[in-house]
């Protein structure tokens, strides 16, 4: 499937031109559960086929009115915010930028109320007209997709969005404040990869609280309630039991910043398409002039998928500078991961293992924390097919230390990925160099020890992830 790209504003496409004609009208025989049972199944098929997505358009079209008003009359809406709900937030903005404002608010009405119109004029509103007024006029709905109704019609949530440069401004307004204006710039400009969207989906959140919104995204795997326990409602909606993860973080993305541009993977980074992930001229000169970098976040299953994000990444021009970081996180702990261009290319899996122990039982010995590595790849579907045939001529597997199973990720672990991801984007972005390699342990870090039995147990703790992660990258991820 190629790559779906999202429209950023007019009412033309899947939302509005949604076929469900073709579903079948009902005998009075067929139950409410059996029909709301089918209805769901059908409206999870047309988003995974990729025909269904949040669309809106802009408030300030010619015809945008008459245009909202034939596509309403032909689904049923759910309002979400409108223009009042949406005033208030932007005047939480102005106080939060405004010290004391809160304080003046009740004592002193007009000289508040002076500062928060000149806090509006500065972002292109006009003072004699009521705020709520204007958004009506300036700012954009989008409409979100949340099922199919008994009566045959699209169900949709209708949002009302500022302008872009204001919502922009609400998105990274508490990020913002620990990043300098040149790794702003840098960040406005920058262009990200985010493939593999179970734990990447918090690196994801994380780029655009960071200001990044041109997006590359891709999985090809569905959304299982087991993810619940691991990451927040950004990637995990049980309305989306079942549909593309893909298309989940595409709603999540939508929801913070409806005007991102984003290009879909809905089958992940395969040999077939990883070239399309990485076309140099997706971003600009424009970008590349106020320094815009491309980020690749990479947190994919299969090693198929890491050696294709590597090689991928190395085919970008080289007027293009780009990272790569992949953080693991297995039990309480997350192992990171950095590359650039002067890094040495990857090596592949068995980079480490002796051609003449072609069954690997030297290997299994000397890195005995099997249980984590194909852990963190995600169990057998992870294990290179190699390694599944000694599994199968029972080389390997006969004993504890070799057992293959899927480890624990806890909330911890997940939410520690993502303040690593978060700080290694906003570091680069500040062109700060960044360490290969480093091993984060929640328990470790926590639990009060003398300084000698910790020093002793960090050390015995990087020998394994780093054995464990040569093993699994090749030299090339480690060089220190």
């Not at 294709?308 to 021009?317: F, I």
């Not at 010995?365 to 057998?380: D, H, K, M, R, T």
Request: proline share 5%; with cysteine.
């Amino acid at each position: 499937m190629a790559a779906l790209e999202i429209p950023r504003d007019h009412l033309v496409g899947p939302l509005r031109q949604a076929k469900l004609d073709q579903l079948p009208t009902f005998s009075e025989n067929v139950s409410r559960v059996e029909r709301d049972n089918y209805l769901e199944k059908a409206f999870k098929n047309i988003l995974n086929r990729g025909e269904l997505y949040p669309l809106g358009i802009s408030l300030d079209l010619p015809k945008a009115q008459a245009e909202i008003a034939e596509f309403e009359s032909q689904v049923n809406v759910v309002t979400g915010q409108g223009s009042r709900t949406l005033t208030d937030q932007i005047e939480q903005l102005f106080q939060r930028f405004t010290p004391g404002s809160k304080k003046f608010k009740a004592t002193n009405r007009d000289a508040y109320k002076e500062q928060l119109y000149k806090f509006l004029s500065e972002r292109g509103f006009d003072e004699n007209i009521p705020l709520a007024k204007q958004l009506e006029n300036t700012g954009s709905i989008f409409y979100f997709p949340l099922g199919i109704g008994r009566d045959r019609k699209l169900i949709v949530n209708k949002i009302l969005f500022p302008p872009p440069h204001l919502q922009y401004e609400l998105l990274t307004a508490s990020a913002w404040n620990l990043v300098d204006p040149e790794a702003q710039r840098v960040l406005k400009h920058s262009r990200a990869s985010v493939i593999g969207l179970s734990v990447g989906i918090r690196n994801l959140q994380s780029l655009l609280a960071l200001g990044v919104t041109d997006f590359d995204i891709g999985d090809p795997t569905i959304l299982h309630a087991d993810v619940m326990g691991r990451i927040d409602d950004f990637g995990y909606n049980p309305n989306f039991h079942g549909v593309n993860k893909t298309l989940v973080a595409v709603n999540g993305i939508m929801r913070r910043f409806p005007y991102a541009r984003i290009r879909a993977f809905l089958d992940g980074i395969t040999p077939a398409n990883y070239t399309e992930y990485f076309r140099g001229n997706l971003l600009g000169d424009s970008h590349i002039q106020n320094g815009g970098r491309w980020i690749i976040s990479e947190e994919v299953d299969d090693f198929t998928g890491k050696a294709l994000t590597r090689k991928g990444a190395r085919l970008l021009p080289d007027n293009i500078p780009w990272d790569l970081i992949m953080i693991g996180d297995v039990g309480h702990r997350a192992t990171f991961f950095h590359e650039n261009r002067l890094v040495e290319a990857f090596q592949g899996v068995f980079d480490r293992i002796n051609l003449g122990d072609i069954y690997g039982d030297k290997f299994v010995s000397e890195n005995s924390n099997l249980l984590a590595l194909f852990g963190s790849v995600g169990g057998f579907e992870g294990i290179p097919l190699e390694l599944l045939q000694l599994l199968q001529q029972g080389k390997i597997g006969d004993r504890p230390e070799a057992a293959i199973t899927r480890v624990p990720q806890t909330f911890g672990a997940t939410a520690l990925t993502q303040a690593l991801f978060f700080e290694a984007v906003r570091l680069i972005a500040g062109n700060q160099c960044l360490k290969p390699f480093a091993v984060f342990d929640l328990e470790k870090g926590l639990i009060e020890m003398d300084e000698e039995e910790y020093l002793e147990t960090l050390n015995q703790e990087l020998f394994i992830q780093k054995n464990m992660n040569t093993a699994m990258f090749g030299r090339g991820s480690l060089l220190v």
